[in-house]
């Protein structure tokens, strides 16, 4: 073999070697996505099942808010309905309606002092809390797992050998303005 043959084939190695090295970075970046996804999608699951007891609580005392219990009942069917699609999108919007309604039940339990007296509601309410805020964690765990699959497919030399695997970026979980924004407990009384 001569010299410029061994170059080569130090050349061809080396490459090759780099990017089964970017292929199964790409790997595990499509993996950790997959992870956080799951991850958020099991706290759903749990929301989703204590969410037909509070209403129910709610309605033995809320004779009057009938609306805004079956807002929160459509909400839930439509995160439901995403998380099968597993669609970031639409769980973000139907998340933001869901968060809406569970937000304004739980000020208007504020005026039925036997429910807020209700242990049944009081565990409820802190379970789906506790179930909120571990969302929201997880939520910013997928969306950091998210960013670093988007980046690495688009730089360069990874976009090389994303593109030639087909690997796709995926979306971010987002919620909806409205969602981020202050909320005016007075309006939610008035309603």
Sequence with gaps: MSTDQIIAISIIAVALVYAIIIYNGLVNLKHAVAKAWSNIDVLLKQRNEELPKLVATCQQYMKYEQETLRQVIEARSQVTSAQQHGSAKELGRAETQLRSGLGQLFALAENYPELQSNQS????????????????????????????????????????VARFFKFKGADLLEFEEHEKKDVNIKDLFSQ
């Design 121 to 160: 509601f009081q565990q409820l309410q802190q379970r789906i809390s506790a179930l909120e805020n571990s969302i929201a964690d997880r939520r910013e765990f997928y969306n950091e797992a998210v960013n670093n699959n988007n980046v690495r497919i688009e730089q360069f030399p990874d976009v090389l």
